[in-house]
Each structure stands twice: as structure tokens, then as C-alpha cells.
């Protein structure tokens, strides 16, 4: 009797199954049907920083197990907290990641100056990450994280959605037809920021809000005040937090170029910017906390093989490029955008890659287009993550990719701070020109932070 009372729950199951097998087949549509994925095959996905962004990023990842959240203002993320009530919830990314065994993966959406400590933290950890962009902060942070992808051999990918789009491939093959000829000029711009910039430090010091825990909002930065200038929103513009209007949407739209012409290391940056601040209608001095008001940024890439080398400039703050002889009149530049200079013609394409036409409409009716070469995501940005999680080909905006354009993008950063061209040697993320200004290469952190 004791034998027969000691029989496992797999045993148990299996003697089930195999008597069931003998008279039936269950069909698979009351397992659950041909799209069903069981528990079992679901990834357990953990969310940080989820008040913003984050909240879009799980919502996209919502057919996995949402196991564990985490955000250090209770309030500003309240709401989202609520709609995965199975998930644990957590005020510290580092405490979720020793507590809770069963994650798997990661979602960061957390301000810029956070995202490379947690990730690192998650990677070392063997977790898989998905990162919002701009990928890190610094050029240092951005080549370490790709370097950890590859040691610790996680899926990564960061959040510049855009890099999904059809539009981004579409690009890529009418250049590489000859649409327009040999590339040597581009023009990026965007309408942001929509948050203040060009400004100076707040004077005065609030209370801190009891839903937020502001000595982990601040993290690797240096200790200051807490004031609703950083926090929860507008810390973009603030260089100790983000990266300015040109971190917001480079990393959308310079990925266009970055991608399509096969750029890499700039072989040089320089920026032009508003030095001066206004407070109270008077000319302050250089506001050197925040990034300027509006900036256009030049950088120049070499040759890539038999592709020549590239002039890409930057605009922001609503500065615009040149309007094209070739735009018919009455049609208006996008307010964010991309336009290619080649040889043999003009293309243009709106903020993520989308619709990319060439110019004028007379010639794009006329171009045969391609087949199409490049194969196409057919999922989500997230679930194109998700799916190398699983064990897939690797996700479009790996770190691979994304790691050296992210550097591209803040080394525009570099330039603004600066103040001078600086010449860059990108294999050894160093500025061999002016030296004071690799100390914005790889800035350090406060005590009790590191990667």
C-alpha cells in the first residue's frame, strides 16, 4: 500500500495520458488552437521604469508572463501597476533582479542616465534586455553594453522602433539600386524638444513627493535636490539625465542613414549652438547644465568600401536644411525628417523612415522600384525581442547595431559641450584633438555606483 500511495505526479499523468491515448486524440483546437502558446513557452518579462514609454513596451508584451515591475515613483506609475496586478512590484531594480529568480528578461524605460547601470546589472545576471533609446547616456557606457551582449550572450534590443518599419529597408534598397546615385550628403532634423532647454538650475528646493524615492531616481548622478524641473518628464534636456533633443530622435532618425548608407565611427563631429540662456528676460551665461535651445551638428564619416565618404548634419529646436529645388511648391518639408544627396538625385522620408519618396514627385513616379532584398519584420519592435529571447534569429536593433549608432548619436553630444570640431578615433573612444573633451566620453559615477 505504501508503494502504490508514493506515486509521483509525472508518474500519475503519464499512466493518464497513455489510457487516453488508447481511445481518443484530442485536437489541438481544444489545446488551445494553432496560435495558442503554452505557459510554458512564455517569457517571463520584467518592466523598470514603467510610468512612461514602458508602459507601451509592456502592452506590446502583454502575450508573455508581466512577472515582476518596477519604478521608483509609486504615483507616476500607479496606474500601470494596476493593470498587471499578478506581477510583483519593486521600488529598486536591484533588489527585483536577487529577489526574484523567475526573470527572464528585461524592459528598461527609465531616464537616460539609468539605463546602462540596469542593464549591465540584468545582463551580468543572464537576463535578456530591451533598452529604450537612446541606448546609454555616454559613448563609454554604449560600448560597454555591447561588449557585455556579446560576452553573456543575451538578446538585446533598443527601442528605436522606427528600425522595424518597412520604410528603413525600403531605403536601404533604392540606394543600393542606384535610385540616386553615389551618396555623399545627408540632412537630419526634428522638431524637438518639447521640454526646456537652454536654462539654469532651479533655485528653489521642494519637498520630495512621498510616492518617489528620489536617491534611486537620481542613481549614478551626482546627488543634487530634488526639483519637478527633472522630474517626472522634462529631465531630457538636463545633461546629467539625458541627452537633449538630439539623443531624443537621433537615434530614430540618424538610424536611417546609419543603416542604410553603412556608417559606423565618425571620423569627425563639430556643433554650432546658442550659448546663452534666458532667466527673466536677461542674458544669463552659458547655460551649462542643459542642452542649447537649438543645435545643428556636422559630423563627417569616411568612406566604406566602394561607398563614398558622407557629410550628415544634424538640425533641432525647428532649425531646418535647405529647402530642395526639387520639392514642388507648395509642399512642405516634414516637420522631422531625412533627405539623401546623391549623384544622380534626391530622396526624402519622414521622421522614421516612413514613406520614403524621391523628389521630385515626377521622379518617383517614374522609378522602377526593386524587389525587395531585405526581409521584413513582421511583428512588433518588442515581439521582434521577444522572439530572439526565445532562441530566434537576433532581434533588428541588437546591440550590435544599436551600440555604434548610439555612439554616433551622443558623440553629437560631445561636439555641443565642447564648443570645437572635434576629431574622433573611434576604436579607442578618444577625441585625439582637444583632450579636455573626453572627459564627456566616459563621465564618472558617485560613489556606490559602477557598471
Not at 259 to 279: D, F, H, M
Given at each position: ?67 515582476a ?76 553594453l ?6 553573456y ?41 518639447l ?43 538636463w ?20 543603416y ?9 563631429v ?38 563614398p ?13 535647405p529647402?530642395p ?23 526624402m ?56 549608432l ?21 576604436p ?7 583632450p ?16
Amino acid at each position: 500500500m505504501a508503494n502504490k500511495n508514493n506515486i509521483n505526479r509525472r508518474q500519475f499523468m503519464g499512466g493518464v495520458a497513455g489510457a487516453a491515448a488508447a481511445f481518443t486524440i484530442v485536437p489541438r483546437h481544444v489545446l488551445g488552437g494553432a496560435g495558442y502558446t503554452p505557459p510554458s513557452e512564455k517569457l517571463n518579462i520584467a518592466g523598470v521604469g514603467i510610468g512612461g514609454m514602458g508602459k507601451n513596451n509592456l502592452k506590446k508584451c502583454e502575450g508573455e508572463n508581466i512577472v515582476a515591475l518596477c519604478d521608483v515613483d509609486e504615483e507616476y506609475a500607479g496606474k500601470i501597476f494596476d493593470l498587471y496586478p499578478g506581477a510583483k512590484k519593486y521600488t529598486d531594480y536591484r533588489k527585483m533582479l536577487k529577489k526574484q529568480k523567475d526573470i527572464e528578461a528585461v524592459i528598461i524605460a527609465t531616464p537616460d542616465h539609468t539605463h546602462a547601470v540596469i542593464a549591465m546589472t540584468a545582463m551580468k545576471m543572464g537576463k535578456h534586455v530591451y533598452v529604450q533609446k537612446p541606448m546609454t547616456r555616454t559613448v563609454y557606457e554604449a560600448r560597454k553594453l555591447t561588449e557585455a551582449a556579446r560576452k553573456y550572450k543575451v538578446a538585446t534590443q533598443m527601442g528605436n522602433q522606427g528600425h522595424s518599419d518597412d520604410g528603413m529597408r525600403m531605403v536601404t534598397e533604392w540606394l543600393d539600386d542606384g535610385a540616386i546615385g553615389p551618396v555623399r550628403e545627408v540632412h537630419c532634423w526634428t522638431n524637438r524638444p518639447l521640454w526646456p532647454q537652454g536654462i539654469g538650475r532651479p533655485k528653489d528646493t521642494p519637498p520630495v513627493p512621498p510616492t518617489l524615492d528620489w536617491e534611486l531616481w537620481i542613481g549614478p548622478m551626482p546627488e543634487r535636490p530634488y526639483h519637478p524641473a527633472y522630474a517626472p518628464w522634462v529631465w531630457r534636456g538636463w545633461w546629467d539625465f539625458g541627452c537633449g533633443a538630439l539623443g531624443d530622435m537621433g537615434c530614430h532618425i540618424m538610424d536611417i542613414p546609419f543603416y542604410a548608407l553603412k556608417l559606423k565611427y565618425p571620423s569627425s563631429v563639430e556643433a554650432s549652438c546658442p550659448t546663452v540662456y534666458l532667466e527673466k528676460g536677461k542674458v544669463k551665461e552659458t547655460a551649462a547644465e542643459t542642452a542649447p535651445v537649438a543645435s545643428i551638428v556636422r559630423y563627417k564619416f569616411p568612406a566604406r568600401g566602394k561607398m563614398p565618404a558622407v557629410n550628415l548634419t544634424w538640425y533641432d529646436g525647428c532649425l531646418m536644411p535647405p529647402r530642395p529645388e526639387e520639392l514642388e511648391e507648395g509642399r512642405r518639408l516634414p516637420k522631422s525628417g531625412t533627405i539623401f544627396i546623391g549623384d544622380k538625385g534626391k530622396l526624402m522620408c519622414e521622421t522614421y523612415g516612413g514613406s520614403p519618396r524621391l523628389i521630385p514627385e515626377t521622379k518617383m513616379q517614374a522609378y522602377k522600384r526593386p524587389p525587395e532584398r531585405i526581409p521584413r519584420i513582421d511583428v512588433s519592435h518588442e515581439e521582434d525581442w521577444v522572439r530572439a529571447c526565445k532562441g530566434g534569429k537576433a532581434a533588428c536593433s541588437n546591440f550590435e547595431y544599436a551600440g555604434p549608432l548610439t555612439e554616433t548619436v551622443v558623440m553629437g553630444n560631445l561636439a555641443i559641450r565642447a564648443g570645437e570640431k572635434l576629431y574622433w578615433d573611434g576604436p579607442n573612444m578618444t577625441v585625439t584633438n582637444v583632450p579636455a573633451a573626453n572627459e564627456y566620453v566616459r563621465p564618472g559615477y558617485r560613489q556606490g555606483w559602477s557598471l
